[in-house]
């Protein structure tokens, strides 16, 4: 409990600090890099990667910045080589991880593609998220509403998220509460930091 009496609201998961804002945020909304055995900075987008790890936000100014200030030598104690392009493959592989998580809820029953199956799905309470393709008609991703306490993901293109449904391009989206639900959430939110984009996060529409 904090001075006055008011408790102090607890992360829901472990903590990590930024190197490149000295920030301490939870893991979940941070990039881990470690030093491959070449010496070359590898993003360990799963968290799984042997050796000292490092963390940096999952926002694109900040990824930036701990590679143009040499941030990552100083952190992982060692001589390291910055692949050029570092900054993007974060974005491809966190956009890559998105698309998996929702291709698995859609083959688990949990996960629908196309304005008509999303607005059935809207009405009968039965989505937790919507998602639509940034690059999708504004007018068109304005009749459909966020679910009540749920959550939103607008940082994927349509071909993007096509390729979760198995098409060429897919607009609107919708998942169940539950399930990958979560998993899915988290991984946009950190995508979404990347592209400067919206989503993950409950919002008013």
């Not at 408790?7 to 472990?14: E, T």
């Not at 100014?61 to 993007?88: C, I």
């Not at 998105?98 to 029953?109: E, H, P, Q, Y």
């Not at 998220?129 to 306490?149: E, F, M, V």
Request: aromatic residues 4%.
């Amino acid at each position: 409990m904090s001075r006055g009496g008011v408790s102090k609201k607890r992360p829901d998961g472990p903590e990590r600090r930024c190197i490149a804002t000295g920030e301490v945020r939870p893991k979940s909304g941070l990039i881990r890099f470690v030093a491959g055995p070449d010496g070359r900075v590898v993003p360990d987008i799963l968290g799984r990667l042997p050796g000292r790890g490092v963390h940096v936000s999952a926002d694109r100014a900040a990824l930036e910045r701990a590679v143009k200030k040499k941030m990552f030598a100083r952190a992982l104690r060692q001589p390291v080589v910055v692949p050029e392009g570092l900054v993007e493959d974060v974005e491809r592989q966190l956009a890559r991880r998105v698309i998996d998580l929702i291709s698995l809820a859609r083959k688990s029953g949990e996960a629908v593609g196309g304005y008509e199956k999303v607005k059935d799905w809207l009405a009968r309470g039965r989505a937790g998220i919507l998602i639509q393709a940034t690059d999708g008609s504004g007018r068109g991703k304005s009749k459909l509403s966020t679910p009540y306490r749920g959550h939103y993901i607008g940082c994927l293109t349509a071909d993007e998220l096509g390729m979760a449904f198995g098409r060429q391009s897919v607009i609107h989206a919708a998942l169940a509460s539950g399930g990958l639900g979560k998993r899915v959430v988290e991984e946009a939110q950190r995508l979404c930091g990347v592209r400067g984009t919206e989503g993950g996060k409950g919002r008013e529409r």
